[in-house]
């Protein structure tokens, strides 16, 4: 079903795409959902600040038809007050580089972060900003299954794409792939590339999973982070190749 936004975490004013239930419970927390698509310039990220839903039920099988508006972007604050020096961007934007490129140094950077978030009483604020593009998708769901496919024309040239699928950290703790790799918690990382052909993220405590494959033409990467009341998502993404106007795969759900 559509993801209502859960007012605890700061990317709550993020539009979420499909999420899990289980026995009426929301598992997404912080995640953003299945099919949900972020635009990149550099390291500035540009998120789906609203959604026009469209649904239909065939049988077996609902359509839900979704257009995103792209019109947020992080931001931080302190006190109440947006911090709006670009210098300071460029170096968050330079640090969140190196925390993706040298997982050794994660650790540091993210106490050096969160040391400074706490001495400043600095938040994360998102904005909306002017529509950037918008992104069409269709989410074809079946008892086992989404087929997700998306339709990039209204994505601008010189934007990466990257299509996020989250859940929940506290429910979606293990992660294995189907070269037997097999990660608990921390040890899964917080944004590594996938190199085997499918990979699946559990909910341990449920006895479910969702599994996707590589797709030719994109790069896909997992994640997993969880932070007090600042992050809680785990997940698969895809990152496209720039100038792509249509992309689709499939998710797989199960019990373990």
């Given at each position: 079903m559509p993801g209502s936004n859960q007012d605890c975490y700061p990317t709550s004013r993020i539009q979420k795409g499909l999420v899990l239930q289980c026995d009426g419970q929301d598992l997404s927390e912080e995640g953003v959902g299945f099919g949900v698509p972020v635009l990149k310039t550099g390291q500035e990220a540009v998120f789906p600040g609203s959604c026009v839903w469209k649904a239909e039920l065939k049988g077996d099988c609902a359509t839900i038809e979704a257009e995103y508006s792209m019109n947020f972007v992080r931001r931080m604050a302190v006190g109440g007050r947006r911090i709006d020096c670009?210098?300071?961007?460029?170096a968050r934007e330079w640090l969140a580089s190196q925390y993706s490129r040298h997982p050794k140094l994660r650790k540091g950077i993210l106490y050096g972060a969160e040391l400074s978030r706490m001495v400043m009483s600095m938040k994360d604020a998102f904005v909306e900003v002017p529509t950037v593009g918008s992104?069409?998708?269709?989410?074809?769901?079946?008892?086992?299954?989404?087929?997700?496919?998306?339709?990039?024309?209204?994505?601008?040239?010189?934007?990466?794409?990257?299509?996020?699928?989250?859940?929940?950290?506290?429910?979606?703790?293990?992660?294995?792939?189907?070269?037997?790799?097999?990660?608990?918690?921390?040890?899964?990382?917080?944004?590594?590339?996938?190199?085997?052909?499918?990979?699946?993220?559990?909910?341990?405590?449920?006895?479910?999973?969702?599994?996707?494959?590589?797709?030719?033409?994109?790069?896909?990467?997992?994640?997993?982070?969880?932070?007090?009341?600042?992050?809680?998502?785990?997940?698969?993404?895809?990152?496209?190749?720039p100038g792509t106007k249509r992309f689709s795969y499939t998710i797989r759900l199960g019990r373990t």
């Open positions: 670009r210098t300071f961007y460029r992104v069409k998708a269709v989410y074809s769901i079946m008892d086992d299954s989404v087929r997700v496919g998306l339709d990039l024309r209204g994505v601008p040239d010189g934007h990466e794409l990257v299509v996020m699928n989250e859940q929940g950290a506290n429910h979606f703790d293990s992660y294995k792939d189907s070269d037997e790799l097999f990660l608990e918690k921390d040890a899964i990382g917080s944004w590594d590339e996938v190199f085997s052909d499918r990979a699946s993220f559990i909910d341990s405590k449920n006895g479910l999973y969702f599994a996707l494959t590589r797709v030719e033409g994109a790069r896909m990467m997992r994640g997993r982070e969880l932070l007090s009341d600042r992050l809680a998502w785990a997940g698969l993404a895809y990152i496209l190749t």
